[in-house]
């Protein structure tokens, strides 16, 4: 098993559980360390129902403390960047964060490359639901990665499983795998149970009750770098993903 380090890449706390909690918890338990970074502390997100802070310039430092204790949960270390998370507008338009690109991308190859990463695991093109600020995300690493580290090995997250109908895939990038995550879904609920202040977004999308039924089951990832030309991925973590039971849609 050689990846013994992975680094998540995402745009806002609570991305990283979302998106790739079970793959974590599974990387984790398969001794990768894994280190997460959140450009943005998410400042600009929802507040909560009930709000768990009355005055919005609270709201990232709490949502680094709810991101923390996911980390923690889901076996992970964390870095949080200083990029402001923009307000969400009105209609639900969402913006990315102020950055210059390729000082961003190359922040994010040097955390990479600190961490001595064999892996990055990050946002898709299409940023999941079209989220700008996870498209960027998206870019920036890919950006990094082939300028800086060209010999770490790239994956994005939520890719199209279309048998499965969810609003968070990325609908132009199918996935080279998907995974069903039951047997870390505890660790991934940990984890989501840590992000109070989204708990109502997780639910009102379908109208649940609890953050349990908003869990996901099935995750799914895309190699990104190196370009696969149309072969299926045969790397380190393609089989590590196939042993743990993954398939290709
Ligand atoms: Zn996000």
Same mark, same amino acid.
């Given at each position: ?18 998106? +790739?909690?079970?793959l ?7 001794? $990768? ?7 943005t ?19 990232? +430092? ?24 923009? #307000? ?20 994010f ?10 892996? #990055? ?14 498209r960027?995300?998206? $870019? ?17 997250? +939520? ?14 990038e ?36 609890? #953050? ?5 089951? #099935?995750?799914?990832v ?9 072969? $299926? ?17």
């Amino acid at each position: 098993m050689t990846l013994r380090s992975v680094v998540g890449i995402f745009a806002h706390p609570d991305d990283e559980t979302v998106l +790739a909690g079970g793959l974590i918890a599974l990387l984790v338990q398969q001794h $990768s360390r894994v280190h997460l970074v959140s450009a943005t502390h998410g400042e600009g997100g929802e507040m909560g129902e009930p709000p768990v802070v009355t005055n919005r310039a609270l709201l990232g +430092a709490t949502r680094e403390m709810e991101l923390r204790c996911a980390a923690r949960t889901l076996g992970a270390s964390l870095t949080v960047l200083d990029y402001v998370d923009p #307000v969400i507008g009105p209609d639900e338009a969402l913006y990315a964060f102020n950055a210059d690109f390729d000082r961003l991308a190359r922040q994010f190859a040097e955390i990479a490359r600190q961490q001595q990463a064999n892996l #990055v695991l990050t946002h898709g093109a299409d940023g999941e639901y079209g989220h700008p600020a996870h498209r960027l995300v998206h $870019s920036a690493v890919l950006e990094g990665v082939r300028r800086m580290l060209p010999n770490v090995l790239v994956y994005s997250v +939520a890719a199209l499983v279309s048998s499965i109908e969810d609003r968070l895939w990325n609908p132009n990038e199918p996935a080279h795998f998907a995974l069903d995550i039951r047997p870390w879904s505890e660790t991934k609920l940990a984890a989501m149970e840590c992000h109070v202040s989204q708990h109502a977004l997780f639910k009102r999308r379908k109208q649940l009750t609890t #953050v349990r039924e908003a869990l996901r089951t #099935v995750e799914s990832v895309r190699r990104q770098w190196p370009e696969t030309h149309g072969e $299926s991925p045969n790397d380190d973590f393609a089989r590590l993903l196939r042993t743990a039971g993954a398939w290709t849609p």
